[in-house]
């Protein structure tokens, strides 16, 4: 099958298939890239979900945080905190939706009901923090009026209802705090309690206005009465929506539960998906991996079987054709020639040696003959050696300089020395490979052009930037001028500002004087506000002896009404009373000295206040010189205002200037840029080759005018106290 195939297409067929399969390996080696950066696109969108859906857990955390600290002391700040809370959890619910995760319309739907069920819960909470005020007030309203009752029934000499309104408002008090105890939980054991308490407390005050002739007292015994019924109808009110406002929370709580459930849901899922992703990204790897390194192996094995293939053929062939051809040379007639089927390069050789051998054979027969035919023949086979030579030589230098890159000659066919003709279409192609690289080298030539064509539009540049650059330093001029005119105003600044120091360091120690006046009045008052503490102390002393003594007394005169002539054994009582007037009498005694001392300690507080004053006064005349001097600072200050507009109006021409500039740069760069690129592509590409003049066009770079240089080291006035910016 070889035989019948030129040996240059054999080998290109092998090279052939060996690049077939290395493009085969290519793109599945390509394919396996895209399905792994798919499957790492994957992994990257699931770990997105799972952070999304931590974040969402830890908004529903932060919000039920805020429902606490709200339940601990509620207000409208609080609410609104907890739907801010809520809030910020609806939107990470929102953003999961329009990432396309599966639950986040279920987000979105908790939320909307979790953040309607807190604002209830929370206005729900507001209004029974409010009802446990009103009780609160009621139950100190009811007090002050039972408190004011017991007087006047004191002061009326009912004794029997003054003790029963005492022992309604000590059950009051009982009941208050067994409210307070009860109404935070509903249905407790604690609010039964206060609800016998309300019921004895009824009772008593009933058994108190039962029968009452004075109307005034019947009145406030009213007004009592009534507020003790407002107070309770608040309190069951409370304690019957403690029930809702549990159940409410509860609610709240189990939404908040259902949302992080889903979240939980979304983490556990997007967990699995990047997991599943990663392990299949990794699969792919492995497995590109594997066949890179067996098409690599396989394409080795075909190139070695390829090449084994053809050097077996060709070189059985050969060795076949070398040794017909020894024989040949040898004289040996008697073998036939072997290989010339086929027809590929042997064959024809081959076949080529046949002919030899049947001259020969006839050169043997006829001598005469053979001796004419062999002058001939080796006439013929100098001139063919001749050509051959020539070819093998034109071709080999023209190789070599094609070699060193030399495209300046071709190979010629003269008329009076042509090229062979059996050679000519290998002359031909020579000259066309040759013509092809110079047309390269050609285009390589348009590309030096347009590397000029860079730098004329860099001197351009350039060009315009030092234009602008003298105008940048005209502008410092008039700054400059603006400068000069701003010193002298500065140094009157200067001047007047120390005179400011001087009138600030008298007031400084004037205030330090006034601040030991004004703390020796403040440990006066402290010495007076220590007494009025006694003071204090004493009268609650007196009131609870006062107190004592009345109920002391009441108790007395009962005794005394039922023991009739045995009320002589209240001597005890009675011993017991004068000892708590003494008491009484005493306690008044030292409110009188200390109330004395008090005065000495107000009037001295009095006279260091005066002190203060004349101190103060003074302060005032050296402010009046202090601002004396500032005015005189605000017109030096108006002065610097006039040259500092004028240097604004340079700053900013300049600003411009320089934006300018710095754009011309820019462009610069990039043209500089552009020409360093294609002066690399230009070496490259001449560097190996040598050219006709003829195919290399000539062009001639036009000269650039240097730029101008800008003037360096320009200074301008910026900030306060004379500070100088250095562009």
Known sequence: MLKNIKISRQIAAGFALILILLVLLAGFTEHQITRANAAHGQTAVAEREAQLAVEIAKGVSDADRTILRFLGAPDDTKAAAIVTAMNHVRGLADRAQSEGIAQGQTLVALKDRHIEEAQAF?????????????????????????????????????????????????????????????????????????????????????????????????????????????????????????????????????????????????????????????????????????????????????????????????????????????????????????????????????????????????????????????????????????????????????????????????????????????????????????????????SISQVADQVRSGADEITSAAQDLASRAETQAAALEQSAAALTEMNASVRSTAERAGHAETSGRQNREITEASSIVVRDAVEAMGGIKQYSDQITRIIDVIEDIGFQTNLLALNAGVEAARAGEAGRGFAVVASEVRSLAQRASESARDIKTLISESAAQVQLGSDLVGGMGKSLDTIQRQAQDVSAQISGIAVAASDQAVGLAEINSGINQLDTVTQQNAAVAEESNAAAVALQQRADEMTREVSRFRVNAVSAPTSVRPSSRPASPARSNLRLLGGRSGEITEF
């Open 122 to 442: 929370s206005q729900a909470y507001l209004a029974r923090d409010v009802q446990m005020r009103r009780i609160v007030e009621l139950s100190t309203l009811a007090r002050e009026g039972m408190d004011n009752l017991q007087t006047e029934l004191q002061a009326a000499g009912d004794v029997q209802r003054a003790l029963l309104v005492a022992n309604a408002n000590k059950t009051l008090l009982r009941m208050r705090l067994r409210l307070v105890a009860a109404l935070p939980t509903a249905g407790s054991d604690a609010f039964a309690e206060a609800s016998d308490l309300y019921s004895n407390l009824q009772d008593q005050l009933s058994r108190a206005g039962l029968p009452l002739a004075d109307p005034r007292i019947r009145a406030g015994l009213n007004d009592v009465n009534a507020i003790t019924q407002d107070l309770w109808s608040e309190a069951v009110a409370v304690d019957r929506g403690m029930g809702d406002l549990q159940n409410g929370l509860l609610t709240v709580r189990a939404t908040a539960d259902e949302v992080l459930a889903v979240t939980s849901e979304i983490q556990d899922a997007a967990e699995t998906t990047a997991a599943s992703s990663a392990q299949a990204a990794k699969k792919i790897s492995s497995m590109t991996v594997l066949s890179v390194f067996v098409g690599v192996g396989l394409t080795v094995l075909m190139g070695g079987a390829i090449a084994i293939v053809l050097s077996r053929s060709l070189s059985r062939g050969l060795t076949r054709t070398l040794d017909q051809t020894n024989r040949l040379a040898d004289g040996d007639l008697s073998f036939d020639i072997t290989g010339d089927e086929g027809r590929n390069e042997l064959a024809a050789l081959a076949r080529s040696l046949n002919v030899f051998r049947q001259n020969a054979i006839e050169r043997r027969d006829l001598e005469a003959e053979t001796r004419r035919l062999e002058a001939e023949e080796m006439a013929r086979r100098e001139v063919q050696a001749r050509q051959q030579a020539r070819v093998v030589d034109d071709i080999g230098a023209g190789l070599s300089r094609l070699a060193t890159g030399d495209l300046t000659q071709e190979i010629a066919s003269p008329a009076h020395d042509p090229f062979p003709a059996d050679y000519e279409a290998l002359r031909k192609a020579y000259n066309e490979v040759v013509s092809g690289l110079s047309r390269t080298v050609v």
